[in-house]
């Protein structure tokens, strides 16, 4: 079955604008399209990139994470 539903993004969580007709856990394969060009949409950054600030790494490569970071 293949269904086409509008949702919202809430705190890391995709929710459906309407009720879906599915039994509970239901696992299902989504295709996100937010209707805005690639170009447009900011850079999502990896779990290890966060990490390293988060461990308060120094060096060359932190320095250019912060610079990726700034310029978004």
């Not at 009720?19 to 399209?33: A, I, M, S, Y």
């Not at 290890?48 to 978004?72: I, M, N, P, T, W």
């Amino acid at each position: 079955m293949t269904l086409a539903v509008e949702a919202v993004f809430e705190n890391g969580v995709l929710k459906p604008l309407n009720p879906l007709n599915l039994p509970e856990h239901q696992k299902v394969r989504l295709v996100v399209d937010t209707g805005t060009p690639p170009s447009a949409t900011p850079k999502q950054w990896h779990w290890k990139e966060a990490q390293a600030f988060d461990d308060h790494y120094v060096g060359d490569a932190s320095e250019e994470l912060l610079r990726q970071r700034r310029e978004g």
